[in-house]
């Protein structure tokens, strides 16, 4: 990835679709306010503020548009805005995957057809060696959707980044794109 604009794809799961952010999506950022880890942990707006939602949109944009990394809605079959997840770039081999799913839309499937469907595009971008996520230990539901994309845990991180204040241990999980394998000789 380079900080030229980026075109986002639309990409199709079996059972949502990840596309733009759409200034229509914005009770959905509205309810991810509300939510008691999502904006402890994102950018997410901390209050369900209808410019603050709008802004957190436009800024999905901007990352696009800066080069910074891609910024999906994940839509259900509807096209109704369900969650996010999104790539961003770790120096220039490596990206970082981030995902939520409003409280409302859980446990149906949506952040771990979501992972798998990005995981497998951003399998085929050129010069990405390795995909990782960052996970709390206590975040069952978060490691499980990793774990179903087919993602590694590597070790446990200690004190790797602060939340609310409190410095939190992180699980590291990874998944080597094909073209990583062929070119360690794993496959
Ligand atoms: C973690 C999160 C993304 C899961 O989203 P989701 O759409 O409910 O997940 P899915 O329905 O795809 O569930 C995938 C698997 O995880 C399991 N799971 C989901 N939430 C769970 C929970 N709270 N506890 C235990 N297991 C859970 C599901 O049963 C499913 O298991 P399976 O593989 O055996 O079928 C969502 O709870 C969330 O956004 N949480 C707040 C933000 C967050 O934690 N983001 C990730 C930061 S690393």
Redesign the pocket.
Known sequence: MSDAPLVLPILSGRQVRLREWRDTDVALVQEASR?T??PL?TTVPRTPDETAAVAFIRRQHQRLESGAGYAFAIADLDDRAV?HIGLSPVGRTRASV????AAS?????????ALATLTSWASTLERLDRLE????PA????W??AE?AGYEREGLLKAWQRIDGRPRDMYMYAQLTERARVGAGRS
């Not at 839309?105 to 057809?113: E, F, L, N």
């Not at 996520?133 to 709390?136: F, H, I, R, S």
């Open positions: 939510d880890l999502i942990v969650g981030g995902y939520w799913v839309q859980r446990r149906r499937g949506c952040a771990a057809d996520l960052y996970v709390e975040n069952e539901g978060s499980r959707v179903s």
